[in-house]
């Protein structure tokens, strides 16, 4: 089994929906991480945790929220979909201070 | 606004050959992340450099940490198929990570022809 799992893989929704991603991971970090990568732009954090307790916004957090239910499993929702949160969405986790060391393989989300 | 660009965007290359890719700013890191990321899948952490002058190697791929901490560089000698995929850079403000937050380029992606 993946160290990270995220599901669904792709979705498919129209604009104004409200939509969940799940993220679970069995490496026992305590960080977890939601990225997006757009073509052109790279990586962008969306909102990082350091543990279940602590919720931080990143650089594009606007549109977004998030839920830490436990030290394995961080959630991602986008709370009315707008076709320009049309991305590859990743989740990763960290042991430690210095970034993501292990990322998920990914949420296509496609918004209509 | 901290930026950390990379080059060149693309390379292909025969099997073979040797390569260098890099990763540059203005702005000084306390450490550096390479990943490689191939279609449909996450990045894979490859090394991570926090000492400026800082060389690490693995296997066939060395790595760089310029001297002042604001550039990097991936050499890979021989490059093989298998080594095709799109090499990310991130760089980290703070040690220890009390921000969370890594800078990312936008890649340089490898093609290595057999």
């Known amino acids: 089994d993946a160290d990270v799992t995220q599901t669904p893989r792709n979705r498919i929704t129209k604009t104004g929906k409200r939509i969940m991603l799940e993220c679970s991971q069995t490496?026992?970090?305590?960080?977890m991480y939601w990225y997006r990568q757009d073509p052109g732009l790279g990586l962008r954090l969306i909102y990082y945790?350091?543990?279940?307790?602590d919720i931080n916004k990143g650089e594009i957090s606007d549109g977004y929220s998030v839920s830490r239910q436990a030290q394995a499993k961080f959630s991602l929702s986008l709370e009315s979909a707008i076709p320009n949160q049309t991305a590859l969405y990743f989740c990763?986790?960290?042991?430690w201070g210095l970034g993501p060391t292990h990322f998920g393989d990914g949420t296509r989300l496609s918004i209509l | 606004t901290q930026l950390l660009e990379q080059s060149p965007q693309f390379l292909s290359i025969q099997e073979g050959e040797n390569l260098t890719v890099y990763c540059n700013s203005s702005s000084v890191f306390s450490s550096l992340q390479w990943y490689r990321q191939e279609p449909g899948e996450g990045p894979v952490l490859l090394v991570t450099v926090v000492t400026g002058g800082e060389v690490k190697k693995l296997k066939r791929l060395t790595f760089q940490f310029g001297d002042a901490r604001k550039d990097s560089s991936l050499h890979i000698t021989a490059a093989q198929p298998g080594d095709t995929g799109l090499y990310l850079c991130?760089?980290?403000?703070?040690?220890?990570?009390?921000?969370?937050?890594?800078?990312f380029g936008k890649g340089t992606k490898l093609s290595v022809k057999p």
């Open positions: 990763a986790t960290s042991d």
């Open positions: 945790s350091f543990d279940v307790k």
């Open positions: 490496k026992g970090h305590d960080r």
């Open positions: 991130a760089g980290a403000k703070n040690y220890g990570g009390s921000q969370g937050n890594l800078i």
